[in-house]
Nanobody
Framework: VQLQASGGGSVPSGGSLRLSCAAS????????MAWFRQAPGKEREFVGS????????KYRDSVKGRFTISRDKAKSMVYLEMNTVGPEDAAVYYC????????????????WGQGTQVTVSS
């Protein structure tokens, strides 16, 4: 199984960025896909997920209304659209896959990508 995250980079504060995650080696339609992030010196935190069962999305409070998760089942891709990005969003972003319906705990995710760095410039 491989999860390949991409799309990170430097974005100005208030700007937008779109992250992508390509999944291979798993039955994509049977996995909830999520994005986590980890900033230097901080613990990894859940950003959002999209359920395999019904496509329901969940987000951490701080990104609600700014970030959007979507998926393309035909391409086994999951995306994270980041809008109105702020300094607090700077982190390494990881995509992850879980066979559960709506997990938010990283320990419930079976597969992880390598991460993509998001830097926010003022």
């Amino acid at each position: 199984v491989q999860l390949q995250a991409s799309g990170g980079g430097s974005v100005p504060s208030g700007g937008s960025l779109r992250l992508s995650c390509a999944a291979s080696g798993l039955r994509f339609s049977l996995y909830t896909m999520a994005w986590f992030r980890q900033a230097p010196g901080k613990e990894r935190e859940f950003v959002g997920s999209i359920s395999y069962r019904d496509g329901l999305t969940k987000y951490r409070d701080s990104v609600k209304g700014r970030f959007t998760i979507s998926r393309d089942k035909a391409k086994s891709m999951v995306y994270l659209e980041m809008n109105t990005v702020g300094p607090e969003d700077a982190a390494v972003y990881y995509c992850a896959a879980s066979p559960l319906s709506r997990p938010q705990d990283g320990r419930e995710y079976e597969y992880w990508g390598q991460g993509t760095q998001v830097t926010v410039s003022s």
